[in-house]
């Protein structure tokens, strides 16, 4: 804990100038900065809360619905780490309140706690904080982390130190791992009990249209994914695909996409724009290629647009979800594809082709995959 304290003071003043170039780059505001890096809040409001629930991205404020659901004690205080989980977190929970967290520094996490009564902090996926775990641990404040989950390269990197390693494990009093490969990561790294009962970005409502027509598309897409994309599609039929949508995993970008799209398919294809939003497309596509898999990423969670019916792709680059779509490629109900632009843009002209009869698949693959949700709850309510 020394050496990390140490670490941090002496690139705090860079992290100063860092959170001014984020500004003028939009990726943070006045507002952020001010509770990430200072801890200013009006802490009146913030008084009464016991369980904080913190969620990194988009990604992980999809995993905590269930949690919101269903906890016994509803003094609940949502926080995050961006300002796109930020907004969409404001427009689905709108009747609670919703921050940044103060970033990992002794003085904020002193200074936070010390103004507010929690008894519980919620950490969602990969969320290690040391300051935070050890100090509210001091404090006698529930520690519990849901839907925790290890990259192969934040395995090896923690396996380097693993006596701090299992130092912040025991400062957990519950650990739930998001597959059973990511709780074989974190016994082996935290030398403790970790429990799997399935993975909460599994809540999702299943609705499937039966009647789809043969739309495209590509999800989550990241920007250096672009521009192969747009080769992929000009290698498509473009009398067998109906609209091809494009949805940027960051919308900042999607401008950009617009101004590098060939103006003949200004009708056939569609850019979205808009935080959130996405679940008609998914509706009205027959086929859904996730981004983050034409580059070393390692792809991106595949279960919403799967929960409205569509079909599967993927490239070669899945690591981060690699036992989900083994299951899915093993069901019939995804497909990795790999090799040049031309390889990818036949298979999505075969599977446009092909009739999918997948709804009663999909709804028992959600099923098997939620039924252990009711032994989560009840450990982390009685915690």
């Known amino acids: 804990m020394f050496k990390y304290k140490f670490i941090q003071l002496i690139f705090y003043p860079f992290i100063l100038i860092l959170g001014l170039i984020r500004i003028f780059l939009k990726k943070e505001n006045i507002v952020s900065i001010k509770q990430k890096l200072f801890c200013i809040y009006d802490y009146d409001k913030l008084i009464n809360k016991e369980i904080i629930i913190h969620f990194a991205s988009i990604g992980e404020l999809n995993s905590i619905e269930f949690l919101i659901k269903n906890l016994s004690n509803k003094n609940i205080l949502l926080s995050c780490s961006t300002l796109s989980s930020f907004y969409l977190a404001k427009k689905k929970y709108s009747d609670l309140d919703?921050?940044?967290?103060?970033?990992?520094?002794?003085?904020?996490?002193?200074?936070?706690?010390?103004?507010?009564?929690?008894?519980?902090?919620?950490?969602?996926?990969?969320?290690i904080w040391p300051n935070w775990l050890n100090i509210s641990n001091k404090k006698k404040i529930k520690n519990i982390l849901v839907n925790g989950r290890l990259s192969d390269k934040s395995y090896t990197k923690w396996k380097n130190f693993i006596?701090?390693?299992?130092?912040?494990?025991?400062?957990?009093?519950?650990?739930?791992?998001k597959s059973y490969?990511?709780?074989?990561?974190?016994?082996?790294?935290?030398?403790?009990?970790?429990?799997?009962?399935?993975?909460?970005?599994?809540?999702?409502?299943?609705?499937?249209?039966?009647?789809?027509?043969?739309?495209?598309?590509?999800?989550?897409i990241h920007k250096s994914e672009f521009k192969l994309i747009l080769d992929i599609i000009a290698h498509l039929d473009k009398e067998k695909v109906g609209f091809i949508y494009l949805v940027p995993r960051h919308i900042q970008y999607s401008n950009y996409l617009k101004s590098i799209l060939n103006k003949n398919l200004s009708s056939k294809v569609i850019v979205h724009n808009e935080f959130g939003n996405t679940l008609s497309i998914f509706d009205n596509s027959k086929l859904v290629f996730m981004g983050g898999s034409l580059i070393p990423h390692g792809g991106?969670?595949?279960?919403?647009?799967?929960?409205?019916?569509?079909?599967?792709?993927?490239?070669?680059?899945?690591?981060?979800?690699?036992?989900?779509?083994?299951?899915?490629?093993?069901?019939?109900?995804?497909?990795?594809?790999k090799g040049s632009a031309t390889d990818i843009g036949f298979k999505i002209n075969q599977l446009l082709n092909k009739n999918f009869d997948n709804s009663e698949s999909i709804k028992n693959y959600f099923n098997e995959n939620t039924k252990n949700f009711k032994n989560l709850i009840n450990m982390i309510n009685e915690c």
């Open 163 to 177: 006596s701090f390693s299992k130092f912040l494990g025991s400062k957990y009093d519950l650990i739930f791992a």
């Open 300 to 337: 991106q969670n595949p279960l919403e647009p799967l929960s409205r019916g569509c079909y599967i792709l993927s490239g070669q680059y899945t690591h981060n979800f690699r036992s989900q779509y083994s299951e899915l490629n093993g069901q019939d109900l995804a497909s990795i594809v």
């Open 181 to 220: 490969e990511d709780k074989k990561k974190l016994e082996d790294i935290f030398k403790r009990k970790i429990y799997y009962f399935g993975n909460l970005k599994f809540f999702l409502e299943i609705h499937i249209n039966e009647n789809k027509q043969k739309n495209l598309c590509f999800a989550s």
């Open 98 to 127: 919703i921050i940044f967290l103060g970033l990992d520094f002794e003085w904020n996490v002193k200074s936070f706690l010390s103004k507010t009564n929690l008894k519980k902090i919620i950490w969602i996926d990969s969320e």
